[in-house]
């Protein structure tokens, strides 16, 4: 059974900082982008950061220069660092992941179960 398992969030005051991490588990052959998403209430989900297995990134602009996405091929998990925490950066964070996985290596897109970030004022 492959799965994504994040752990990390929780509770900060604004300016404050959080790490998210989000471990790869399973018959796992390859893993090719690792994805931060996130879905604040009543907004739709939205990518915040996303990294290759090369180690190129992208961000949001809303989280450019705040957060760091980083990942360990060796742990198969990904990161998220998080700066200056803001109250609208206040959403369920979920991890992504597209894997090559399982006996035939079946190329799949992953979804974690979501941590939630709150962000006080």
């Known amino acids: 059974q492959v799965q994504l398992v994040e752990s990390g969030g929780g509770l900060v005051q604004a300016g404050g900082s959080l790490r998210l991490s989000c471990a790869a588990s399973g018959s796992i052959f390859s893993i090719n982008s690792m994805n931060w998403y996130r879905q604040a209430p009543g907004k739709r989900r939205e990518l915040v950061a996303s990294?290759?297995?090369?180690?190129?990134?992208n961000y949001a602009d809303s989280v450019k220069g705040r957060f760091t996405i980083s990942r360990d091929n060796a742990k198969n998990t990904v990161y998220l660092q998080m700066n200056s925490l803001k109250p609208e950066d206040t959403a369920v964070y979920y991890c992504n992941a597209g894997m090559a996985a399982g006996r035939w290596r079946k190329e799949s897109d992953y979804w974690g179960q979501g941590t939630q970030v709150t962000v006080s004022s």
């Open positions: 990294i290759t297995s090369g180690g190129s990134t």
